[in-house]
């Protein structure tokens, strides 16, 4: 009998190893662009862009175009920051750039005039109206998800308070802005994860069920998903995963 709960001890923490590992993976969901500007409005091309994940210390680099702009594609969710310099111009610092799974984030940075040594730091990134894409979009990070009372550890269950959710009976009979339910598609880092088997009737499901511990966010697209949503639905409920950061931690 010793054995075999010894075995079974170990055999559990092996799997609660594995299931920590897996929180790190997480994939690019989203992207970051703006354009650069100096005191009078006029656009500065040549600049270089920095951006980092403050998490995990990831940067991207590139430079603005004749007209100005830049853009960072395939970036996974969180909070960046963005460095532009510029010969001739202070140093700017941008902080707190959300970027959100599905949804493009724009910034807009105006450089001064003075020493590369000088630098303006802005504590919160003033965010352009959202022009890139007609999509419409909700999107729930960890916190918002774990704030509210939940009878079950699926992710999926709490789609059921959004806006313009209705449900009938319990949340795997779920309807969405009042589409059916094979209009409906459920991915999780891109990959789909619903019963296609019974979509029309079971579209409200995800055959690997998402777990509060493993979620980062929930993006819900109601309406024009972009080329990035993959498979057949005018809704998309995008899952995103845990990207992980330099901190060792976990859950149990």
């Known amino acids: 009998m010793k054995q075999i709960a010894f075995r079974s001890v170990a055999a559990l923490l092996l799997l609660s190893a594995f299931s920590l590992t897996g929180l790190a993976q997480g994939g690019s969901a ?20 920095k951006v980092k994940n403050n998490a995990t210390g990831a940067e991207y680099q590139t430079i603005t175009a004749a007209n100005g702009t830049f853009s960072v594609p395939a ?15 202070k140093q700017s610092i941008v902080k707190d750039i959300l970027v959100v799974g599905g949804v ?7 450089l001064q005039v003075g020493g590369t040594n000088e630098t303006v730091v802005v504590e919160s990134g003033a965010e352009m109206v959202q022009s890139q894409t007609a ?5 729930l990070i960890l916190k918002q998800v774990t704030n509210l009372p939940l009878a079950t550890r699926n992710a999926m269950d709490f789609l059921v308070f959004l806006p313009g959710v209705t ?25 789909n994860t ?13 055959m690997i069920q998402p777990r509060l511990d493993a979620i980062e966010e929930v993006t819900v697209s109601m ?30």
């Open 135 to 139: 999509n419409i979009t909700t999107t």
């Open 75 to 89: 970036l996974s969710s969180g909070t960046y920051t963005a460095t532009v310099s510029m010969a001739n111009f």
């Open 223 to 252: 309406a024009t998903p972009g080329a990035e949503s993959s498979g057949q639905g005018a809704v998309q409920i995008k899952f995103v995963t845990r990207s992980g950061n330099n901190d060792y931690h976990g859950s149990l």
């Open 30 to 49: 989203s992207s970051l662009s703006g354009v650069i500007v100096d005191s009078t409005g006029a656009v500065i091309p040549g600049v270089e862009v």
């Open 104 to 110: 493009p984030a724009t910034i807009r940075v105006t």
């Open 194 to 206: 619903q019963d296609n088997s019974n979509k029309s009737g079971d579209s409200f499901f995800s």
């Open 167 to 191: 449900t009938t009976g319990n949340a795997r009979n779920s309807t969405v802005a009042g589409v059916p339910g094979a209009a409906v598609n459920v991915t999780i880092d891109g990959v």
